[in-house]
């Protein structure tokens, strides 16, 4: 999916949807299973609440049909990296009980949102 053609209402879309999957994942599958994932099931919980935030601040966006929609398209994509050094942050700490299936989770996670962030933050500075 090519996602450098989506105008701006569809990044917020996309936004808000990716941060309802990720918060989902997070606070109500990956917290059952701490011990497959290697994660807290407190930090994973936490992890998930400013996913949420994201999730409604992207989709208050996206239907709000803003006219001067850069600002708000760039507060989320810098939301979103320092998301992700939060999860690398917590990647670091938590490594000694971090499990291999918890690294491919965060790692393909931190991917595929500084891509989205990356393109979001691109699409913003259009002329």
Not at 8 to 13: I, N, P, T
Not at 39 to 54: D, G, N, S, W
Not at 82 to 102: H, P
């Amino acid at each position: 999916m090519d996602l450098s053609n989506l105008n701006s209402r569809q990044f917020f879309l996309v936004d808000g949807i990716g941060a309802i999957i990720s918060a989902s994942f997070l606070g109500l599958i990956l917290s059952q299973f701490e011990s497959l994932i290697g994660m807290p099931r407190k930090v994973l919980i936490e992890l998930a609440i400013p996913a949420c935030f994201f999730a409604v601040y992207s989709l208050i966006c996206y239907f709000s049909n803003l006219k001067n929609w850069q600002p708000y398209l760039k507060a989320i994509a810098i939301a979103n990296i320092l998301y992700c050094i939060l999860t690398l942050t917590l990647m670091i700490i938590y490594s000694r009980s971090l499990t291999y299936l918890g690294y491919l989770y965060f790692i393909v996670e931190i991917i595929i949102v500084v891509g989205l962030a990356r393109l979001e933050w691109k699409k913003a500075n259009e002329k």
